[in-house]
Nanobody, 114 residues
């Protein structure tokens, strides 16, 4: 079964940037529509951004042009570039398929605080 490993989180001040990475196991990553999700303490997991196999993208309204999702199929990797971070972006960030999701990975913690 495909597995995802997220990395790149950390502590950043408001207005700062982070680049998250998600590496997938398996050899058919390129056909997946992929999503970045996040879960803040006490809240449900929510979709942040999605990218199709061909590179088409969609973003949650709260992203407001601050984040960019991209993928490198040769490296089985999907990225999330996050700029102008706000304290409310604090959450554990996960990647998974947009459809027919598999077991969730550990995620990567993003903390935005001064």
């Amino acid at each position: 079964q495909v597995q995802f490993v997220e990395s790149g989180g950390g502590l950043v001040q408001p207005g700062g940037s982070l680049r998250l990475s998600c590496v997938a196991s398996g050899n058919i990553f390129s056909i997946y529509v992929m999503g970045w999700y996040r879960q803040a303490p006490g809240k449900q997991r929510e979709l942040v951004a999605a990218i199709s196999s061909g590179g088409g993208t969609n973003y949650a309204n709260f992203v407001e042009g601050r984040f960019t999702i991209s993928r490198d199929n040769a490296k089985n990797t999907v990225y999330l570039q996050m700029n102008s971070l706000k304290p409310e972006d604090t959450a554990v960030y996960y990647c998974n398929r947009l459809y027919n999701q598999v077991t969730w990975g550990q995620g990567t913690q993003v903390t935005v605080s001064s």
